[in-house]
C-alpha cells in the first residue's frame, strides 16, 4: 500500500501515531462495557484477541483461569512490555493449529481492515 499523499488510501496509523490510537481506544468504550461483557461471556481456556492492537483489551480479559494471547498484525504495536505472549498475524490467516482456542474474539480490529477512502470534494 502506497503511504504518500497521492494514494486514495488512508493508512492505518496506530504503530506510527500511538497516541492517537490511544485516544481514539479510549473513546471506543468509556464506560467499560465491552470488556465487561467480554469478560462475562468468555470462557476458561485460552483465548485469542485478533487485532489486539497495544493489547489493551486482552490484558484485562485475563484471569487465573484465562489465558489470552493478543494477536496482532502491525509489528509496531505490539507492546513488549506488557506480560503476555504475543502473536503477529492476521484474522485471514490466523498462524495456529485448529482447535488451539477455546474462544476467539476481535473487538475494534476491523477498523484497520477497511480501508477509508478519500471523498473527493
Known amino acids: ?11 492505518f496509523y496506530g504503530g506510527l501515531k500511538p ?3 490511544e485516544i481514539e481506544r479510549r473513546c471506543m468504550d468509556r464506560d467499560g462495557k465491552v470488556i465487561k461483557y ?11 484477541d485478533v487485532g489486539a492492537g497495544n493489547g489493551y483489551t486482552a490484558e ?5 483461569n484465562r489465558l489470552v494471547i ?10 513488549l512490555s506488557k506480560d503476555m505472549i504475543w502473536s503477529n498475524g492476521v484474522a485471514q490467516s490466523i498462524p495456529f493449529h485448529s482447535n488451539t482456542f477455546d474462544a476467539v474474539y476481535s473487538t475494534w ?3 484497520s481492515m477497511v480501508s477509508l477512502i478519500l471523498m473527493k470534494e
Open 38 to 48: 467480554l469478560d462475562s461471556f468468555l470462557p476458561d481456556g485460552i483465548v485469542l
Open 19 to 21: 497516541e492517537l490510537f
Open 70 to 79: 493478543p494477536m496482532e498484525p502491525d509489528e509496531k504495536m505490539i507492546d
Open 1 to 11: 500500500m502506497k503511504n504518500d499523499k497521492s494514494s486514495k488510501i488512508i493508512p
Open 109 to 111: 480490529a476491523f477498523f
Open 60 to 64: 484485562k480479559l485475563i484471569r487465573e
